[in-house]
């Protein structure tokens, strides 16, 4: 059996936290080839794990779905958006001073935590994605009470407007709608796919892990998905689904599929890792702290005169790579005990 902690699935733990060591290498690094292959799938890649993830009998209804998901991501979304509002302030002031242009672009941010249209304007870029995700847990809150067919339909018409509104074929400026709606529509592709399929992808990874050949099927099924991942993503270019860049929307879905495939198939020979059981069990903090160290790291070696280290360049990368990694993974622990006190104090209070 796959390793499972009140039936969680250590295996999807396992990819959520190799899909953050690439969105943390794709942060630092900026080499053409590989950062290509990795946008064509690390976002994807979350939006089906967390379709996997949503099973509408968990709530007794819309109002206990939307303050759940409230508590369980906006809250701890607001939260490292203020912490990285802070930083942005002081450091401006620390190594610029205070000015009315740094006045401005705090405003944008501060706004742009409500609003959030895509990463380009946000001070903690990787955030967009929690508000988008959001957006699409709602949409698909309200549409999965329907049969599957009916869901993959609507999802699939949505993912299609999606790619229409973030592309130049009809007059449209994408990044005036909030919560990135328009890359929140074509993604909903992925989370349907990610939830109709649950079931069928659970029970393949179960089967798997019991096989006495599961090192070698997960190593077919590894080198089989990035065979068709590694040319397609190549072949579409770089896209981001945060900055609305998707070039063509169905090659974008192949590489997600792909992409998502290859890394389940490394979680399942990886599942007793607790390293990695870790990392995707903290992921969302994860991606909250690391893009502000890579910040830090960034004005480190700008004071220290050394020569800036996300260049094309996969040997500089190293170093800050395996810094912000360590030092996210200690910032992820400290904020999960500290989030596990304040809770535990709340449950005291309400039942006292």
Same mark, same amino acid.
């Given at each position: 059996?796959?390793?499972?902690?009140?039936?969680?699935?250590?295996?999807?733990? #396992?990819?959520?936290?190799?899909?953050?060591?690439?969105?943390?290498?794709?942060?630092?690094?900026?080499?053409?080839?590989?950062?290509t292959v990795i946008y064509s799938f690390h976002m994807p890649l979350y939006f089906i794990l967390s379709g996997m993830m949503f099973d509408r009998s968990r709530y007794s209804g819309f109002s206990q779905f939307i303050k759940?998901?409230?508590?369980?991501?906006?809250?701890?979304?607001?939260?490292?958006?203020?912490?990285?509002?802070?930083?942005?302030?002081?450091?401006e002031i620390v190594f610029s001073g205070f000015s009315p242009e740094i006045a401005d672009q705090g405003i944008t941010y501060i706004t742009q935590v409500f609003i959030s249209?895509? /990463?380009?304007?946000?001070?903690?870029?990787?955030?967009?994605?929690?508000?988008?995700?959001?957006?699409?847990?709602?949409?698909?809150?309200?549409?999965?009470?329907l049969n599957k067919i009916a869901v993959a339909v609507i999802c699939a018409a949505a993912a299609?407007?999606?790619w229409l509104l973030e592309s130049d074929i009809i007059p449209f400026d994408s990044n005036i709608l909030p919560w990135s709606l328009d890359s929140a529509l074509f993604s909903m592709g992925f989370y349907a796919l990610g939830n109709i399929f649950a079931q069928s992808v659970k029970s393949t990874i179960t089967k798997i892990s019991q096989s006495k050949y599961k090192a070698i099927i997960c190593i077919?099924?590894?080198?089989?998905?990035?065979?068709?991942?590694?040319?397609?993503?190549?072949?579409?270019?770089?896209?981001?689904?945060?900055?609305?860049?998707?070039?063509?929307?169905?090659?974008?879905?192949?590489?997600?599929?792909?992409?998502?495939?290859?890394?389940?198939?490394?979680?399942?020979?990886?599942?007793?890792?607790? =390293?990695?059981?870790?990392?995707?069990?903290? /992921?969302?903090? =994860?991606?909250?702290?690391?893009?502000?160290?890579?910040?830090?790291i960034s004005k480190v070696y700008v004071i220290l005169g050394i020569p800036a280290y996300n260049s094309e360049s996969l040997t500089e990368?190293? #170093?800050?790579?395996?810094?912000?990694?360590?030092?996210?993974?200690?910032?992820?622990?400290?904020?999960?005990?500290?989030?596990?006190?304040?809770?535990?104090?709340?449950?005291?209070?309400?039942?006292?």
């Amino acid at each position: 059996m796959p390793a499972e902690h009140n039936n969680r699935i250590e295996a999807i733990d #396992v990819a959520k936290g190799i899909g953050m060591l690439f969105v943390i290498f794709a942060h630092i690094n900026y080499t053409k080839a590989p950062l290509t292959v990795i946008y064509s799938f690390h976002m994807p890649l979350y939006f089906i794990l967390s379709g996997m993830m949503f099973d509408r009998s968990r709530y007794s209804g819309f109002s206990q779905f939307i303050k759940r998901r409230f508590f369980s991501l906006i809250v701890p979304y607001l939260i490292f958006q203020f912490i990285s509002l802070a930083f942005f302030f002081l450091s401006e002031i620390v190594f610029s001073g205070f000015s009315p242009e740094i006045a401005d672009q705090g405003i944008t941010y501060i706004t742009q935590v409500f609003i959030s249209q895509g /990463s380009a304007n946000m001070f903690n870029r990787p955030m967009w994605f929690v508000l988008c995700l959001f957006a699409v847990e709602i949409i698909y809150y309200l549409i999965s009470s329907l049969n599957k067919i009916a869901v993959a339909v609507i999802c699939a018409a949505a993912a299609a407007a999606g790619w229409l509104l973030e592309s130049d074929i009809i007059p449209f400026d994408s990044n005036i709608l909030p919560w990135s709606l328009d890359s929140a529509l074509f993604s909903m592709g992925f989370y349907a796919l990610g939830n109709i399929f649950a079931q069928s992808v659970k029970s393949t990874i179960t089967k798997i892990s019991q096989s006495k050949y599961k090192a070698i099927i997960c190593i077919l099924i590894f080198l089989c998905s990035t065979a068709v991942l590694i040319p397609l993503a190549l072949l579409n270019g770089k896209i981001s689904i945060g900055s609305k860049d998707l070039n063509n929307g169905f090659l974008l879905y192949l590489t997600g599929i792909a992409g998502t495939t290859a890394i389940l198939s490394l979680s399942i020979l990886l599942e007793k890792a607790r =390293i990695f059981q870790f990392m995707g069990q903290t /992921s969302f903090y =994860i991606m909250g702290i690391h893009y502000l160290l890579r910040m830090v790291i960034s004005k480190v070696y700008v004071i220290l005169g050394i020569p800036a280290y996300n260049s094309e360049s996969l040997t500089e990368c190293i #170093v800050p790579f395996i810094t912000i990694t360590v030092l996210s993974l200690f910032f992820a622990l400290l904020y999960r005990k500290a989030d596990k006190i304040i809770r535990r104090k709340l449950s005291k209070r309400k039942t006292a």
